[in-house]
């Protein structure tokens, strides 16, 4: 494609050469270079994508796009390589501009639904993904754990990636018959830019509450409520939360076209009743009778019987439900989906022993206290708490979880998460400063292997044993190294171990 039909939709100045050129490829990181690609300097956390230009011409671009009023660029070196040189006012709205044409609008070809909040992106993703996919109409998954299609999986590196690398991936599942694709929407996707140009058919609103602020994230909750209001303005029609107090700050947008709510007042067009918890050897689950109500629904009641535990995942099923029903989907598929629907590493039952072991992404206090308050209300003898916090992020984490885990768990492992630069010990150290060793019994195991392995010696019949932080990363990052490590395969391994004593 030409360099000129390229950036078509995009707002430029050329500082120096020409837009007649082939252009083969786009591309925003130094390492992902190919021979004629067009490379696009974007900010990132730490340095200014102009840094790279020079690398990025060695490795053989055709033209260099660079934002902002205060910019450095080799005119020389640029000369002598016959690099064209564009100028934006927003770089990183221009890439998003610029691989929707790339890759020929994909999101205009398919069915879009974006999922937002604070808690239940992944599972509500992978919800409405399974349903779609169990009623015939193979649908893409854009997510904190995967993205991809059936039979082209690939671990994601970020909640939302990229524009670029959402244009390819909605470009290859087109190709590949995808007639869908859903999406995890972050507050940070949107304020990076990188959702522009994708073409939303729905928004889904699960929750909201404070999370995401600090330093490289939002300066404050109300930055934090904009940015994800933001995300509506890109929608035709919304599956709301009506039970979260403040919808009405995130849904703004007042030209969409329907607005589906859910919840447990009567006043949704999807309501939960008669919440039950199912707990039999080893196994939690839920259970709930839905009323649907027209227009989206069909004046009609049913039960649900959820492979999942807590009252947070009657919320998650909801907005599956009330999406699905939205788009037309018959009832035979979400029911049955949703009685053998698993997410990894959320609220994850790893089965093998007579008690539960829960493994759970929950990495913040917000998300702890979500899990382990749901969990209470199985009336367990106790909760076994295994969980560490991550180091070289924001303190205030540690000292939540610390006060959480004191709060709501019986018997707490505290260890290792993924330490990156800071010694484990002072990690352990500061959650530990917060907690009431007078309420629950509390010890410290550094390594985590030995850690998850005690609290499933110390587990009986009656107990909960929950293993938090990692849930789905099958890695530990320590010091500069990633190393292989996954709690659930930790799980599996013991209770092989130990054989039929546990089961």
């Known amino acids: 494609m030409k360099l000129s039909e390229i950036i078509k939709d995009v707002e430029y100045d050329v500082l120096y050469g020409t837009l007649d050129k082939e252009i083969e490829s786009i591309a925003y990181h130094s390492e992902k270079i190919e021979k004629k690609a067009v490379f696009f300097a974007i900010d990132g956390h730490k340095e200014h994508g102009t840094s790279y230009i020079s690398e990025g011409i060695r490795n053989g671009i055709e033209a260099v796009v660079l934002g902002g009023e205060a910019y450095y660029i080799d005119r020389d070196q640029c000369a002598k390589h016959n690099v064209t040189v564009i100028h934006v006012s927003d770089v990183r709205k221009a890439l998003a501009k610029s691989a929707s044409r790339m890759y020929d609008e994909p999101s205009k070809k398919m069915l879009v639904i974006g999922v937002t909040g604070t808690k239940g992106k992944t599972t509500v993703t992978y919800m409405i993904r399974q349903i779609l996919e169990a009623a015939g109409i193979k649908t893409g998954l854009i997510g904190t754990i995967y993205s991809g299609f059936e039979g082209n999986f690939t671990f994601s590196e970020m909640t939302t990636p990229q524009s670029l690398d959402i244009q390819r991936l909605m470009g290859q599942m087109y190709e590949n018959g995808c007639k869908a694709v859903v999406m995890e929407v972050s507050s940070q996707g949107v304020m990076h830019k990188r959702v522009e140009c994708v073409d939303f058919d729905i928004g889904v609103f699960t929750n909201i509450s404070p ?176 969980f560490g916090c991550g180091g070289n992020r924001d303190r205030n984490r540690r000292y939540d979880m610390g006060r959480v885990a004191a709060n709501l768990a019986d018997f707490v492992i505290v260890t290792s998460d993924n330490p990156r630069m800071e010694p484990p010990e002072e990690i352990i150290r500061d959650i530990m400063s917060v907690m009431n060793y007078d309420i629950i019994r509390v010890i410290e195991i550094a390594d985590r292997r030995s850690a998850i392995q005690r609290a499933l010696e110390e587990g009986r019949q009656g107990d909960i044993v929950v293993i938090a932080g990692k849930g789905h990363e099958n890695y530990q990052i320590i010091k500069k190294d990633t190393i292989y490590f996954d709690d659930r395969e930790v799980v599996m391994d013991f209770a092989i171990s130990r054989g039929k004593e546990h089961l």
Not at 234 to 256: G, P
Not at 265 to 278: G, M, P, T, W, Y
Not at 293 to 322: M, Q, T, W
């Open 211 to 386: 999370d995401h602020i600090g330093e490289g994230e939002h300066k404050s909750f109300d930055e934090y409520l904009s940015w994800k209001s933001r995300f509506f303005d890109m929608c035709s029609k919304a599956v709301i939360n009506a039970d979260d107090e403040r919808w009405q700050k995130v849904v703004v947008n007042e030209n969409l076209e329907k607005r589906i709510f859910y919840g447990l007042s009567e006043e949704c067009q999807f309501v939960a009743k008669d919440i039950k918890l199912r707990s039999e050897r080893g196994i939690l689950g839920t259970e709930f009778r839905l009323e649907s109500k027209k227009p989206c629904g069909d004046d009609s009641s049913r039960d649900i019987i959820l492979n999942l535990p807590g009252e947070f995942n009657v919320y998650n099923s909801l907005a599956a439900i009330a999406t699905c029903k939205g788009l037309g989907i018959p009832w035979e598929y979400i029911i049955e989906t949703l009685t053998r629907v698993k997410i990894p590493g959320r609220a994850e039952l790893v089965e093998g022993f007579c008690f539960p072991v829960i493994v759970d992404y929950a990495h913040n206090g917000i998300a702890l206290e979500s899990l382990l308050l749901s969990l209470r209300k199985y009336n367990p003898n106790r909760i076994i708490l295994v």
